[in-house]
């Protein structure tokens, strides 16, 4: 991960004790749960708005928030721990989530779950997980006519202990995958429309609803964002250089002050704002 993490909850962040740097990610964002902000027990706070806090459930809290080369992150077991995050339905999307594997994919005994929306293996909205059959990650999205899977092409080249950001995309017509802010794949949905609606299904981070134990993520998360809407190649990259950028707050000009610094001091404020 490339930001510097100033946003946090001791520092502060946008919305809640500042106006938004960036007001445009916040346009279609159902929820974001940014462990970066720093540790808050067993509960994963969404600063969407929408208020659907995680649940961190059979963690450890002394150990499952821990500090990595750049900020704060979840440390998942691949044994039992996840976070739920309850009931949440969107009708296209963007799911962006920042992950790193303690296990090789082609070592794996069983798919592994990043991110998804499911009541069970056979009630799904979407889901993306990692199969160990192909050694790679599926990105599976149903609506109301039928599902689309949508695979990496990346077996053999995925790496332990390593970030990736990963970006997957439905615009009512078009599921596609980034990675690390490039298009890596993309094709038509075969059916389109709106993302089927399952009323039992649950949103967890790490782990799939109605799946098995040995099916739940092993490494660690950074931001996680879900939106109502696919974002623009443009503010993908955006966000590959500033994981944090929903957060960050808008610098503030106090009165009195200059409204702008002094020319020999700009590269060094531009450095402080992560521009």
């Known amino acids: 991960m490339s930001d510097l993490y100033l946003p946090s909850y001791e520092q502060g962040f946008a919305p809640h004790t500042a106006e938004p740097a960036y007001p445009g990610l916040r346009n279609g964002l159902e929820s974001a749960w940014l462990p970066?902000?720093?540790?808050?027990?067993?509960?994963?706070?969404?600063i969407g708005?929408?208020?659907?806090?995680?649940?961190?459930?059979?963690?450890?809290?002394a150990t499952v928030w821990v500090m990595t080369e750049k900020?704060?992150?979840?440390?998942?077991?691949?044994?039992?721990?996840?976070?739920?995050?309850?009931?949440?339905?969107?009708?296209?999307l963007s799911a962006c989530i920042w992950f790193n594997s303690d296990r090789d994919?082609?070592?794996?005994?069983?798919d592994r779950y990043l991110f998804s929306i499911r009541e069970n293996s056979a009630s799904?909205?979407?889901?993306?997980?990692?199969?160990?059959?192909?050694d790679d990650i599926r990105f599976r999205l149903d609506t109301a006519g039928g599902n689309t899977n949508l695979d990496t092409t990346m077996s053999g080249s995925w790496e332990t202990d390593r970030w990736y950001f990963f970006v997957a995309t439905y615009d009512g017509v078009t599921s596609k995958i980034y990675i690390d802010g490039s298009l890596h794949v993309e094709t038509a949905h075969a059916f389109g429309g709106n993302i089927k609606t399952v009323a039992s299904a649950v949103c967890k981070i790490g782990d799939m609803n109605g799946g098995v134990a040995t099916g739940r993520?092993?490494?660690?998360?950074?931001?996680?964002?879900?939106?109502?809407?696919?974002?623009?190649?443009?503010?993908?990259?955006?966000l590959y250089g500033k994981p944090m950028a929903i957060a960050w707050p808008r610098a503030k000009v106090f009165p009195g002050a200059a409204?702008?610094?002094?020319a020999g001091n700009r590269r060094r404020r531009l450095i402080l704002l992560g521009a």
């Open 259 to 262: 409204a702008a610094p002094p």
């Open 217 to 238: 993520w092993d490494g660690r998360f950074g931001p996680v964002a879900l939106y109502n809407r696919a974002l623009t190649l443009r503010e993908i990259q955006f």
């Open 105 to 110: 994919f082609d070592t794996m005994s069983a």
């Open 49 to 61: 708005g929408r208020g659907k806090h995680g649940t961190l459930e059979n963690v450890d809290p």
């Open 71 to 92: 900020s704060w992150a979840l440390d998942l077991d691949g044994i039992n721990d996840l976070v739920n995050c309850g009931s949440i339905h969107v009708d296209h």
């Open 124 to 134: 799904v909205e979407w889901q993306i997980f990692a199969r160990q059959d192909i």
């Open 36 to 46: 970066p902000l720093g540790p808050t027990g067993l509960t994963l706070r969404d």
